[in-house]
């Protein structure tokens, strides 16, 4: 019931509507890309092309964001156009979401909010990045960020190359053990640190193909359990750029934030900024490589998941 009182808030895309209803493949992408990630046009080229794999691995794709307080599921050309230098776009996670929908307002989905807005619209897989995680000095900031909880809590797959090397990885995977959500190492025993193929942290669980995951996540949902799934996917070899110079870009990174005073919500941009000058660009490139790898495993996740439901 609560599902379809908030379809009145949706606008799905003719195409995205039409294989929902005919439990074909498809995958949901966030925005933040867009709005928060990298500059204009890169952002908007960036956008089109992770849709393109999607389609080439025989999914759909459905872009998702919020225009004058509609939750679009699937952009058309020009809102995308739009989306890409549009101001005074919120970026959206759970706490905000309701607010930018009754205020009419214009907002980005993170992680947490693309699962949301995917789940009222019958998607099942998501691709993204990186999720958010614990990060760095919780013991005295309490920043957790809503993607684990909403990991926990809202059944869609999500497809990502691990958390971004910046965060405390070890404290974000115990989160998701305590939590019940299944991490999944796609072809790896180890888990995935965003711009770099491992860390030196184990994978909970491992499996080799997209049937295999589809397989774990019908068992979870015939045993009535909540929540989604994360699959770790490793950057592919040649975009990677290997964890011990990443570790030396992070620390002077994080000191150069300290002596800047930069706290809170201020932190994520300036270092991921940061980084972007001391690689010479190489983490943006890492990024988007890491994106359209994680879109090809969603399609034909979303794929394997639709056949098994014919």
């Excluded at 990060?135 to 684990?148: F, P, Y």
Aim: some cysteine.
């Amino acid at each position: 019931m609560k599902h379809d009182m908030a379809r009145g808030f949706l606008d799905i895309a003719p195409e995205v509507q039409s294989v929902l209803n005919g439990g074909g493949a498809v995958v949901a992408l966030e925005s933040t890309i867009i709005t928060h990630g990298m500059p204009h046009p890169q952002n908007v080229a960036t956008a089109r092309e992770v849709e393109a794999v999607v389609r080439d691995n025989g999914a759909v794709p459905a872009t998702i964001a919020i225009i004058e307080g509609r939750i679009k599921i699937g952009l058309s050309d020009a809102e995308l156009d739009w989306l890409g230098t549009a101001t005074n776009v919120m970026k959206l996670s759970r706490a905000d979401l309701p607010y930018a929908v009754a205020a009419k307002r214009h907002g980005a989905t993170t992680v947490a909010a693309t699962m949301i807005c995917a789940r009222l619209a019958g998607i099942r897989v998501f691709a993204t990045g990186g999720i958010g995680g614990v990060h760095q000095g919780v013991e005295a900031t309490m920043d957790i960020s809503a993607d684990l909880d909403e990991l926990a809590r809202t059944p869609v797959a999500v497809i990502c190359a691990g958390a971004k090397a910046i965060l405390d990885l070890p404290r974000t995977l115990e989160y998701l053990e305590t939590s019940g959500v299944p991490v999944i190492g796609y072809r790896t025993d180890r888990f995935p640190a965003f711009w770099s193929r491992t860390s030196d942290l184990a994978v909970p669980l491992r499996l080799d193909s997209p049937d295999e995951i589809a397989g774990l996540i019908r068992t979870k949902e015939a045993l009535g359990l909540d929540g989604g799934v994360l699959v770790a996917n490793p950057v592919p070899n040649a975009d990677e750029i290997p964890a011990e110079d990443m570790k030396t870009f992070i620390d002077k990174a994080v000191a150069e934030a300290k002596a800047r005073g930069i706290v809170g919500k201020a932190v994520t941009p300036f270092l991921l900024s940061h980084l972007f000058e001391m690689t010479d660009g190489r983490s943006l490139a890492t990024n988007i490589a890491l994106v359209k790898n994680n879109a090809a495993l969603a399609a034909q996740l979303a794929g394997s998941l639709a056949s098994r439901a014919a």
